[in-house]
């Protein structure tokens, strides 16, 4: 097993603060984010110091019905090898639903949602993830996602869903403890339990974040500190096996660069005191060997066996889904996204009020992500923007990633009958035809007040 050390995401806000943070043996970055024809001088002088970076990335969809897209699949191995990584990492989660395998409209949900732990979805899975393992050129791991919402009619635990993935597949993972504690909190699942029944020797390595609590519902932000559940989980995980690299997650609300190494000392500090627990014989920890290696199965490290895992138990391979158990997942699936981004009803066997937080969640994702992408929204909107925003989204689906997002969030002010006026409006119009194009959608009323506003100008 390649031994990464102590990490932290890399992120442009910090990229300076990274660079001069003691102790920082590797960092991983959002791949959606790098170009690699163009990677950022920061990354470039990190990798120069031989410090190790690896691509994660987020938009994949190894859990969708549908086969991993090969245009995707060639970007993130692209990056991979452009920044010289041992591995890449994705998500176990759906991100899209609906188009031609469900005969209905294609969906984005625009973040990350839980796949249902069932026999069909794990068939999927494998294949899904069989297929990303060939196409990289490098091992891929994966890691366990936070949700709001369970599936009804879920057949294994996380821990046995995540076991059969790792043994079927040769899979690594990417064990994220706060996602633990997430679930522990929002679908009440016990997270020693889902250590218990961890393939301890296929970790990689573990991620590390924080969040907040509100109204008994726990928010995976990234943009908090790190709260002591989330270490007690790390430092139990460390007194089973020695952990190959543990990272640190922050994506937004940066602290000073001070606060940060504080972060990175205390999940230290944590892993320590794990390891001052573990036993010196006997742990279970594994063969040693490199991230991807295919073991085939063999003992079960802290996991339930075949005889014990129920719905979980061992079947006779090919595990390969047929087309039916895709159709199956697809249509669970866009039933879900439908009722989270478009609102159409709810899902029999979901519980509303929690998809109603979801729902809620995904929206002001979407607002997060488009502020960033068109950072004059916010400054033209002020405080009205977020609101304005989070009541668009909901029941608009996104149609063409978040830079539309913007555009067709600007064009349904405009025209819609909101009470954006005076200065406002016409700065919102101005930056709308700026970026909507030379020829704008001839059947929305902007567009026609676009022409009409460049033959104007050209007078």
């Known amino acids: 097993m390649r031994r990464l050390g102590t990490g932290i995401g890399w992120r442009p806000e910090i990229a300076d603060a990274v660079e001069r943070m003691p102790g920082v043996d590797w960092v991983e970055a959002v791949a959606e984010n790098v170009c690699p024809g163009h990677l950022p001088d920061s990354l470039l002088r990190l990798r120069e110091r031989g410090v190790t970076v690896i691509p994660h990335g987020v938009s994949l969809g190894l859990g969708d019905a549908e086969r ?24 176990i989660a759906f991100v899209r639903a609906g188009g031609p395998l469900t005969a209905s409209p294609r969906l984005e ?66 064990i994220d403890v706060a996602n633990l504690h997430t679930n522990h909190v929002n679908r009440g699942e016990d997270p020693v339990k889902a250590l218990a029944e961890l393939p301890l020797e296929a970790i990689a390595y573990v991620h590390v974040a924080g969040g907040f609590e509100r109204d008994g519902v726990w928010h ?6 790190v709260p002591r559940p989330v270490l007690d989980i790390l430092t139990d995980l460390a007194s089973r096996a020695p952990l190959p690299g543990v990272l640190l997650e922050r994506d937004d609300n940066f602290p000073e660069p001070a606060e940060l190494e504080r972060e990175l000392r205390v999940i230290r ?40 895992a129920g719905p979980a138990a061992r079947e006779t391979e090919p595990f390969a889904p047929d087309e039916a158990a895709r159709q199956r997942l697809g249509l669970a699936q866009a039933a879900l996204l439908s009722a989270l981004v478009a609102g159409t009803p709810v899902p029999e066997g979901f519980d509303r009020v929690r998809l109603g937080v979801q729902s809620r969640a995904l929206a002001a994702k979407r607002a997060d992500v488009v502020a960033k992408v068109a950072p004059e ?11 304005a925003f989070v009541a668009y989204a909901q029941g608009r689906p996104m149609r063409g990633g978040y830079r539309q997002d913007a555009l067709d969030f600007a064009e349904e002010l405009l025209t819609g009958g909101h009470s954006t006026e005076g200065r406002t ?35």
Not at 220 to 225: E, I, K, M, N, Q
Not at 433 to 458: E, H, M, Y
Request: glycine share 12%; hydrophobic share 35%; charged share 25%.
């Open 109 to 174: 949900a625009g973040h990350l949602l839980p796949v249902p732990r069932t026999r069909d979805a794990l068939r999927v899975l494998c294949e899904n993830v069989r297929i990303a393992q060939e196409a990289l050129p490098v091992p891929l791991a994966v890691e366990n996602i936070a949700a709001l919402v369970a599936w009804p009619g879920e057949e294994m635990t996380e821990g046995q869903f995540l076991y059969e993935l790792a043994d079927r597949t040769g899979v690594r993972l990417l």
């Open 68 to 91: 991993p897209d090969a245009g995707r699949l060639a970007a993130l191995a692209e990056r991979a090898e452009a920044l010289g990584s041992p591995l890449v990492t994705e998500h």
């Open 220 to 225: 995976d932000s990234h943009a908090h500190p």
């Open 377 to 387: 929204l916010p400054l033209i909107l002020k405080s009205g923007y977020r609101p």
């Open 425 to 459: 409006r016409r700065d919102l119009r101005r930056w709308w035809l700026d970026r909507s194009g030379p020829a704008p959608r001839p059947t929305s009323r902007l567009g026609q007040v676009g022409r009409a506003g460049r033959s104007l100008i050209r007078r």
């Open 269 to 308: 500090e944590a892993v320590e005191a794990g390891g001052t627990r573990r036993p010196t014989a006997g742990t279970g920890t594994g063969t040693g060997s490199e991230p991807g290696t295919r073991t085939g199965g063999g003992t079960r490290t802290g996991a339930a066996t075949a005889d014990d």
